[in-house]
């Protein structure tokens, strides 16, 4: 389930200071609020306190602001010759260990920065610079995602002339951070053969908006019931372009097919 309660939804919202299961029945468009089980609904409008609850209804896209600045962010790192990717997944699918081992390989080819992102705690940030790259940490305090806002200033305390490539390691999420444009030239999303071959019926958004799928741990393939065939069919499905990369860090399967993915799209995207 995500921590978002509908803050990090696109398009058109109803936000109101009353958020306890309300629902509208479209035959008859009175609010109606639901408390247990077999409780009997009741008519906001009949309750003198609930009649006076101030409703916002959002008629822009509320990431419209969002979407303008990471333009913004795009075109400033384009300027000064930056690749930024931004890289997805549920916790624990392997993301900084990707980034560790994609560091080691890159070597003095491209300098590599990490803006990492975690609701608290900068452990992965520490493990970035042991790797021997720059690292910038934000802790968003309880957010489930980064979003353009944050990126900024955590890209204006970097001298960009000192990096080559710039990974930005979101919060582990498979539903908020598909929503926001964080200004990354490329998005690319991780899934753990633990976690099972579903997740993109389940996630569908996330997958339909990414460039590139790595499909991590897969020295643990036959330890779990993962039909990549079945997963790669339906992923497709809903992004016929997407790059689907079949991965392990600690075994280096698909790290030089990443890598050569990593080199071609920072070519594409920097014109070079």
């Not at 610079?129 to 305090?141: S, Y």
Request: proline share 4%; hydrophobic share 40%; glycine share 6%.
């Amino acid at each position: 389930m995500s921590h978002c309660t509908g803050a990090c939804r696109r398009g058109n919202l109803t936000s109101t200071a009353f958020l306890s299961n309300a629902s509208v029945n479209p035959a008859n468009p009175k609010p109606l609020v639901y408390g247990m089980p077999g409780h009997t609904p009741y008519d906001l409008r009949k309750d003198r306190k609930m009649s006076q609850i101030k409703t916002i209804r959002i008629k822009q896209q509320i990431l419209s602001d969002n979407d303008n600045l990471a333009n913004e962010i795009r075109n400033n790192l384009k300027a000064n010759d930056v690749f930024m990717v931004n890289i997805m997944s549920s916790p624990g699918a392997g993301k900084t260990t990707l980034l560790l081992e994609t560091i080691r390989r890159l070597g003095d080819e491209m300098r590599v920065g990490v803006i990492e992102g975690d609701i608290e705690s900068m452990c992965d940030a520490e493990k970035i610079t042991e790797g021997g790259a720059l690292a910038v940490q934000i802790n968003t305090g309880g957010s489930c995602h980064l979003d353009a806002p944050m990126v900024q200033p955590a890209i204006e305390s970097i001298d960009l002339d000192q990096v080559d490539i710039l990974f930005l390691e979101n919060i582990g999420n498979l539903v908020c951070p598909a929503e926001f444009d964080a200004g990354a030239m490329r998005r690319v999303m991780l899934l753990s053969i633990p976690e099972g071959d579903d997740k993109v019926m389940k996630y569908p958004l996330m997958f339909s908006v990414c460039d590139a799928l790595i499909i991590t741990k897969t020295d643990c393939m036959n330890l779990f019931d993962f039909d990549v065939l079945t997963l790669k069919k339906r992923v497709v499905s809903i992004n016929p372009k997407i790059k689907i990369i079949m991965l392990c860090s600690k075994t280096g399967e698909g790290m030089d097919e990443w890598i050569n993915w990593l080199r071609t799209q920072r070519g594409i995207c920097l014109d070079k």
